[in-house]
């Protein structure tokens, strides 16, 4: 399996940035795919998922409404969508792979990416 994030970067506290994710390799036939925040000194949390069977979408209440998963399935790439960022949005996002549903629990993922940078600040 292999997950490769893109579409990091810098922006103002109310901008926006979207996120890709190209993954690969999956032997299951549905997934979900996730997406997680570590600041620094942090622990890393879950941000948002999306479920491959069905397209069910799932967000961490700190970013409900101003965040969008969505998926491209003839290309293969999860994206998220962040409007309304703020400073605490800071952080490495990683995108992941799960055999479990719905789940917004690092410890329920095994199939890591190699993360890429966000940075909110004026």
């Known amino acids: 399996v292999q997950l490769v994030e893109s579409g990091g970067g810098s922006a103002q506290p109310g901008g926006s940035l979207t996120l890709s994710c190209a993954y690969s390799?999956?032997?299951?036939?549905?997934?979900?795919i996730g997406w997680f925040r570590q600041a620094p000194g942090q622990e890393r949390e879950g941000v948002s998922s999306?479920?491959?069977?069905?397209?069910?979408?799932y967000y961490a209440d700190s970013v409900k409404g101003r965040f969008t998963i969505s998926r491209d399935s003839a290309k293969n790439t999860v994206y998220l969508q962040m409007h309304g960022l703020v400073p605490e949005g800071t952080g490495i996002y990683y995108c992941?792979?799960?055999?479990?549903?719905?789940?917004?629990?690092?410890?329920?993922?095994?199939?890591w990416g190699q993360g890429t940078q966000v940075t909110v600040s004026s």
């Open positions: 992941a792979g799960s055999i479990m549903y719905g789940s917004l629990s690092r410890w329920e993922y095994d199939s």
């Open positions: 999306i479920n491959t069977s069905d397209e069910s979408t």
């Open positions: 390799g999956f032997t299951w036939a549905y997934y979900s």
